[in-house]
């Protein structure tokens, strides 16, 4: 069978759903505000190792564009923004959990590494 015949070229929904959570970031910001509950900015970001401002508030932005996460902007001086997991969020969570499982049973030994975190 060629591509062209595989019935998810055209409006597949797993490309949909790897587009709203592709990227290299999206899946740990998810991971790291679900086991959160609520989080802050500065928190979030101290648990991504390596990640920019820029590349944080841009993933945050289409998160919660695409209804995985709430952005809470409370009127304070300064201004104080908390983040938490949408209940779609919540119920995409144990499914990244068994393809983190699927994956890690085909990793070459060398490249698997404990889970740092789980999701509630």
Avoid: F
């Amino acid at each position: 069978m060629s591509h062209y015949d595989c019935p998810c070229m055209e409006k597949c929904p797993l490309h949909y759903a790897m587009s709203l959570i592709g990227g290299k970031w999206k899946v740990q910001i998810l991971c790291s505000v679900t086991n959160a509950g609520t989080i802050r900015y500065n928190a979030l970001r101290g648990k991504l190792d390596g990640i920019s401002n820029t590349a944080l508030s841009s993933a945050l932005r289409e998160l919660e564009r695409d209804g995985l996460i709430l952005r809470r902007e409370y009127l304070e001086v300064p201004v104080r923004v908390e983040y938490a997991p949408t209940e779609d969020c919540r119920r995409l969570l144990p499914i990244l959990e068994q393809l983190s499982d699927w994956a890690e049973a085909r990793m070459p030994a060398d490249e698997s590494t404990t889970k740092k975190e789980e999701p509630q």
